[in-house]
C-alpha cells in the first residue's frame, strides 16, 4: 500500500531462513562491495560483495547475487550466493539452490539443496561448537598443518 516504485524488497526465499521476522540488522546490498572484517550480532544479509573476514555469534543469510571470499565464523549461515573460504558455524549451515561453496566447512549440522555446488571439505562436530574462538583457533591450525604437510 505504502511501497513506491523501485523499493527494495527482501523476498521470503533465504531472507527469514534463521532470523525472526523483522530481525535482521544490517543489509549489504546488490551492487555493494565490502573490503575489510565484519563482526556482528544478530542478522545481517548479504546481497553484495564481501571479500575478508566475517565473525558473527548470530546468523549470517547470503542471498542469492552475493559473492562472499571470506573466512566465515557464525552462529548459523544460510546460503544461496558464492562462497570462497572456510565456514565455521557454532550451530548450522544449509546451502540453498543454487548456492556454490568452496572450502571447507565446520558445522554440528550441514545441509546441502540439490543443486548446489559444494567443493570442499566438511566436518560435523555432532554438537554445537560453544567457542567460536576455539573453533577458530582449530580451523586455523588445521590449515597450518596442511600447509606445513603440502
Not at 571479500?51 to 547470503?62: A, W
Request: some cysteine; charged content about 25%.
Amino acid at each position: 500500500m505504502w511501497k513506491k516504485e523501485g523499493d527494495t524488497v527482501i523476498t521470503k526465499d533465504v531472507s527469514t531462513e534463521g532470523a525472526k521476522e523483522g530481525e535482521i540488522i544490517a543489509f549489504v546490498g546488490k551492487g555493494v562491495t565490502f573490503k575489510g572484517a565484519i563482526s556482528y550480532e544478530g542478522t545481517v544479509r548479504i546481497d553484495g560483495r564481501v571479500d575478508g573476514e566475517i565473525e558473527t555469534s548470530g546468523t549470517l543469510i547470503v542471498g542469492e547475487e552475493a559473492v562472499i571470499t571470506a573466512k566465515v565464523h557464525a552462529g548459523t549461515v544460510v546460503s544461496k550466493g558464492k562462497i570462497t573460504g572456510d565456514v565455521v558455524a557454532k550451530e548450522r549451515v544449509k546451502l540453498m539452490s543454487p548456492a556454490m561453496l568452496s572450502g571447507s566447512v565446520k558445522a554440528p549440522t550441514f545441509s546441502i539443496e540439490e543443486g548446489v555446488i559444494f567443493d570442499g571439505t566438511c566436518e560435523m562436530t555432532g554438537a554445537q561448537v560453544h567457542d567460536l574462538e576455539e573453533a577458530r583457533q582449530a580451523s586455523q591450525a588445521a590449515g597450518n598443518a596442511k600447509r606445513m604437510i603440502g
